[in-house]
């Protein structure tokens, strides 16, 4: 483990009080807010059980709040017994049945809406469905599905019956995808015949009969919704119809009762900093915080059009698109492909035509159309949006200016979420109505979550602005219950240090003089520059900031001297192609560096690309980077990196 503090070089002073016009709209006060801080730190697992209470329907009460005998295998709400998929729909039915729960858009512009009735008609004769080709309760279900309707659908059904699914992104190849139904066992595989992404048909059904081609014994059925309509073989003795399978199924079903830590659903992480993991998430705590932070961070109202763009591949997409939204009554917005797609206004466009009111999406996205210039989103009516957020990555300050000005048009508060795959649902992050924002913090920990930033001694930095480990020192009802099949890497990964009792999120963080939380990048990536330690995010952002980058990323290199060197990947802006070196941008950027942040900061190397190397979630992969900085050859897996020809660029090979 690091020694010393990691210290922080970013100077960001703006800061963005909400409204007044905001906050006498929002549900949360400053006063309301202020009591649930205290009574969570007053007894924090007495506010977890009155929050529970007061959210979730219960089939029976539980009779204990939290179980801490087998820690870190925290069980929260023990003996209580609910159905995740009856707290999103059948709840709804008695005042809310013709409310709009889904309008969906598909990327050729086909548009439905569907409201909670017949939603919950789908989900249920879908859910009959699966129990007829035999899956039940505790089976898993993989679901490799375009972001469609259907996609919810089987996910709540799944729900419903108390079958596990697991979600895999429709993008991953054969290969992702064979690991993973692999390493779940899965008895069904939902699948599409294809998807519309990007203007091209993706062929879900056939990635997945090559992932299915060898091994994967364990899958009996596999279940193909027709979206496309392009050609697909089926197999007559594994594949059905979702139709086909739908025939003759009653339009209601039962709603299955679990217990409160039954698993709801497992899915791997994007894999940023190594082999993807397994996370399982348990049904009632998991469903509580999906609740709580709509309620406190998306401020969510009946009136709203809430709009996550994330897949469900993702967790994302999971709290804030299959269960958060349906969990509380609200209408959402479902758009199947990529904002680029007739151009790179779809996004506003989509917002426009449908009265987007909540807007959430990543900061690689708002990089990306941040790009493609002001005029684009100029050009359409932005006036219904009220609140804007982000996920997914430190987002620079540069990019969160943009967004706030031009997405925003300095109306809208931005809540920047800190969270993870393992949270299950926001952590970290501004309560709109009342949090001043600054750009680039997440800002401040939601009630009931004890976030801290520590040393190697699980000691916490009191000094303003230290960098150190990001930690959470009490569990949280949505928190992780384990990596699927392998409790020993759970163990090993999140409870490594601090005597088990506090979570490693794997991030570093710094706390400036009000107590806000900067992440400053993976524990992984931390530099150590002439025994300065270093984040990554903060030299990433400097370099952002100058005119003519559009992204960066930041690696160490080994050096004599130092110990390591900062070497940095820059996309420029105006999709200026592979450069290389240019001597006279990197003097440039050089000067900038150690003007913005100082000297030590300063790239020894710049490489320039037109990309840098995601996942598919978008987030960049600097271990990637790390190798080829240092002249390697890459080992590792990559099996979620989106763009593997870029690898090749970045090695000067293509
Ligand atoms: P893997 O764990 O496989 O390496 P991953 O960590 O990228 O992949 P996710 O669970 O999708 O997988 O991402 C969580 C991580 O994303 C966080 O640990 C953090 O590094 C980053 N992150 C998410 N939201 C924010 C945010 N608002 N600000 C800064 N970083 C964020
Ligand atoms: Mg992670």
Request: with cysteine; proline share 5%.
């Amino acid at each position: 483990m690091a020694q010393d503090n990691i210290e922080s070089t970013l100077l960001e002073n703006r800061r963005f009080p909400p409204s007044d016009a905001f906050t006498r709209s929002t549900r949360m006060q400053a006063q309301t807010l202020d009591q649930l801080y205290d009574k969570a730190a007053a007894d924090h697992e007495g506010f977890w059980g009155d929050m529970a209470r007061q959210e979730i329907d219960w089939f029976k009460p539980f009779d204990q709040v939290l179980d801490s005998d087998n820690a870190p295998f925290y069980r929260w709400f023990e003996n209580g017994e609910l159905n995740v998929s009856y707290n999103c729909l059948d709840r709804q039915l008695e005042t809310n049945a013709d409310k709009t729960a889904i309008i969906f858009e598909g990327e050729p512009g086909d548009v439905e809406h569907i409201s909670y009735r017949e939603l919950y008609q789908k989900v249920c004769i879908f859910a009959n469905a699966l129990k007829n080709q035999g899956v039940s309760k505790g089976d898993r279900v993989i679901i490799y599905m375009p972001m469609i309707t259907e996609a919810v659908v089987a996910m709540q059904a799944c729900a419903r019956i108390g079958a596990i699914h697991s979600v895999v992104f429709g993008g991953f190849s054969a290969s992702a995808l064979k690991d993973r139904i692999e390493d779940t066992s899965a008895k069904m595989v939902i699948t599409a015949d294809g998807g519309h992404r990007g203007g091209k048909i993706i062929t879900l059904k056939e990635t997945a009969d090559q992932a299915l081609a060898e091994g994967c014994d364990s899958v009996e059925t596999v279940i193909v919704f027709r979206r496309c309509g392009n050609d697909i073989t089926m197999q007559a003795d594994r594949d059905i119809w979702w139709h086909d399978a739908e025939k003759n199924q009653p339009e209601h079903c039962p709603a299955q009762a679990m217990q409160a830590s039954d698993p709801l659903f497992l899915l791997y992480t994007s894999g940023s900093t190594g082999k993807p993991k397994g996370i399982q998430h348990a049904s009632a705590g998991y469903l509580l915080n999906a609740i709580t932070t709509m309620r406190w961070v998306f401020d969510i109202q009946s009136a709203d059009v809430f709009w996550c763009t994330a897949d469900v591949g993702w967790i994302t997409g999971h709290t804030y698109v299959a269960y958060g939204p349906l969990a509380t009554g609200s209408t959402m917005v479902i758009y199947e492909g990529v904002p680029t797609v007739p151009d790179a206004g779809r996004f506003w466009d989509v917002c426009a035509r449908h009265g987007v009111t909540i807007f959430y999406t990543a900061p690689t996205a708002i990089r990306a159309l941040m790009k493609a210039g002001d005029a684009i989103p100029k050009s359409y009516d932005l006036s219904r949006l009220r609140l804007l957020g982000t996920v997914g990555e430190p987002i620079n300050p540069e990019a969160w200016m943009w967004y706030h000005e031009v997405i925003g048009q300095s109306r809208c508060p931005i809540v920047d979420t800190w969270w993870q795959t393992e949270t299950g649902a926001h952590m970290i992050a501004p309560v709109p109505g009342v949090t001043v924002t600054k750009p680039g913090s997440c800002t401040k920990a939601l009630p009931g979550i004890d976030a801290a930033v520590v040393n190697e001694n699980g000691e916490e930095i009191t000094q303003a602005n230290q960098g150190g480990f990001l930690v959470i020192r009490k569990p949280w009802p949505s928190m992780i219950q384990t990596i699927w099949g392998d409790d020993q890497r759970y163990k090993d990964t999140y409870w490594p240090y601090f005597d088990g009792k506090y979570y490693l999120a794997g991030d570093s963080a710094r706390r400036d003089e009000d107590g806000y939380f900067w992440i400053m990048g993976r524990i992984d990536d931390v530099l150590n520059v002439s025994g300065h330690r270093l984040g990554t995010m903060e030299i990433e952002s400097a370099l952002v900031a100058h005119q003519s980058v559009a992204e960066a990323a930041v690696v160490g290199k080994p050096h004599d001297i130092k110990g390591e060197s900062v070497f940095a990947y820059v996309v420029l802006k105006g999709n200026r192609p592979d450069g290389g070196v240019d001597e006279a941008m990197t003097a440039e950027l050089r000067a900038w560096v150690a003007d913005q942040i100082g000297p030590i900061a300063k790239p020894d190397d710049i490489r320039y690309a037109d990309n840098l190397p995601k996942t598919r979630s978008g987030k960049i992969m600097r271990r990637l980077l790390r190798t080829i900085a240092k002249g390697e050859q890459i080992t590792q897996d990559t099996s979620t990196l989106e763009n593997e020809s870029i690898l090749l660029q970045l090695q000067g090979k293509a």
